[in-house]
């Protein structure tokens, strides 16, 4: 293999690394998952409030974790604060849903489980612009007791895939040499 293909590999080999080491997976609602607020207080914000304690980025994944109940982007912000939609953008209801953030603005989730959202069931993210955000990723603290981010490669299979596409850069490299 020719020096400038080398080179294109292992561009494209970094490119990888950093793409995948620059995203998260954030779990919506830390250890409540997504579930209707308990009390009447947290019913217009729980989600919310949970939402503008973590900072989200193009690539990001969120992680619902619920049962009997579902998970609706809607389109416009007339359709999150009615609380329904006829068209939802994504729809699951599969009790573990994961939805990656592809691009930056407002993102808006219902729940399709009829007064869910009424109750509360409901929030918007706000992903980051690349341009906006200059700031690292904050690190996710040693011990497993931080309800909104996986911390140990044992226990995430996102982890895993980081720490691999970490070494390929190494393999390709030996390939060469």
């Known amino acids: 293999m020719e020096m400038s293909k080398k080179a294109l590999v292992l561009l494209t080999l970094f490119c990888c690394v950093v793409v995948a080491a620059s995203s998260a997976e954030l779990f919506v609602g830390g250890k409540e998952g997504w579930t209707v607020p308990k009390s009447k207080d947290e019913q217009h914000h729980f989600f919310n409030d949970w939402a503008s304690t973590n900072r989200f980025r193009v690539n990001d994944t969120l992680r619902f974790k619920y049962k009997k109940d579902s998970v609706m982007v809607v389109k416009e912000e007339e359709e999150y604060n009615k609380c329904r939609s006829s068209h939802p953008l994504f729809f699951s209801n599969n009790g573990d849903t994961s939805f990656r953030l592809d691009r930056p603005g407002l993102f808006y989730f219902i729940s399709g489980v009829t007064g869910h959202c009424d109750h509360g069931l409901k929030m918007i993210i706000k ?51």
Do not use: C
């Open 127 to 177: 992903v980051l612009d690349v341009e906006d955000d200059s700031t690292p990723l904050p690190t996710p603290p040693p011990s497993d007791d931080h309800p909104n981010h996986k911390s140990s490669a044992a226990a995430s299979p996102y982890s895993a895939t980081v720490a691999a596409a970490a070494a390929l850069p190494l393999l390709a490299l030996s390939l060469f040499l």
